[in-house]
């Protein structure tokens, strides 16, 4: 059974604590765990202030749809949630 992953790193400009990070990060992670159901966790950087790596797994039975998931998710969070900017993303199957 395929495996997605969804690995997101993001800038937060502005960001000046890690308790401000937090209450950033932590909707956004609710709203695609509520509006996709796949689970999203942030993976790196937890103790710097302005960068964060998100990941997201989705497990399904075809690598079409997983892919096809993923890049909307990937949309999703570009035109949501505008205060992250996006440096960099892959999208893995497994």
Not at 14 to 35: D, M, W
Not at 40 to 54: G, M, S
């Amino acid at each position: 059974m395929p495996v997605g992953l969804l690995t997101i790193h993001a800038q937060l400009p502005g960001c000046t604590s890690l308790k401000q990070k937090r209450s950033l990060i932590k909707p956004v992670l609710a709203r695609l765990h509520r509006e996709f159901n796949i689970s999203a966790a942030e993976n790196e950087l937890n103790d710097h202030w302005q960068e964060t790596v998100l990941m997201c797994a989705l497990v399904a039975n075809d690598v079409a749809y997983i892919q096809k998931a993923l890049n909307s998710v990937l949309d999703f969070v570009e035109v949501h949630f505008q205060d992250l900017i996006i440096l960099n993303h892959r999208i893995e199957i497994i």
